[in-house]
């Protein structure tokens, strides 16, 4: 049972980063992602926010995009799955899981005070695929002292626990809202 949760957890995950639902992750929906965020909060795509969002996004991809088996350029459902069970089983997944939450956590909090409020997890949370109403549901789960903003270290849990964690009910598995 454990490891199913793991494998719908990454599935789920799969579908947010298919932004554009054509079956496949690749350069192009980490490109949409940073782009709709910055449409989101106004901002051009000359501007610096954009700059560093597809800075972290790119920072992702090129961890991730060593997955690609057959070296097309896109991850299947099937090459994902098997990338990040096989990171997961490596031992080192949290390492790089937290560099990349972390980096992420500096794009998503747009305000700059060190923390991500709900406003801002829901730009990044919808950027993904999923609404306003689930990431609403979802935040106050992630926010472990319930003072309405999720710090860079409740983050870096949230994360590590969605990608790590065996357990049903760990706050973690709503980082990237529910559906799993």
């Not at 090459?79 to 990349?100: C, H, R």
């Not at 790590?164 to 009910?169: C, N, Q, Y």
Request: net charge negative.
């Amino acid at each position: 049972m454990s490891q199913d949760l793991i494998v719908r957890k990454f599935k789920h995950m799969f579908r947010r980063f298919d932004v554009d639902g054509s079956g496949t992750v690749n350069r192009l929906d980490f490109q949409m992602v940073p782009a709709w965020i910055t449409g989101r909060l106004g901002e051009p795509l000359s501007s610096p926010v954009h700059k560093k969002l597809q800075a972290a996004y790119d920072m992702v991809w090129n961890q991730i995009s060593g997955m690609d088996a057959n070296g097309d350029g896109s991850l299947t459902e099937a090459e994902w799955l098997d990338g990040w069970t096989k990171a997961a089983n490596s031992g080192s997944i949290e390492q790089v899981i937290a560099q990349a939450a972390d980096l992420v956590f500096e794009c998503v909090d747009t305000s700059g005070d060190g923390e991500i409020g709900a406003d801002e997890f829901s730009t990044w949370l919808c950027a993904h695929g999923a609404t306003d109403a689930i990431a609403a549901e979802a935040f106050p789960k992630l926010d472990y002292d319930g003072d309405g903003r999720i710090s860079k270290a409740e983050n870096r849990k949230n994360v590590c626990d969605f990608f790590t964690s065996t357990a049903m009910d760990a706050r973690g598995n709503w980082q990237f809202g529910t559906g799993w």
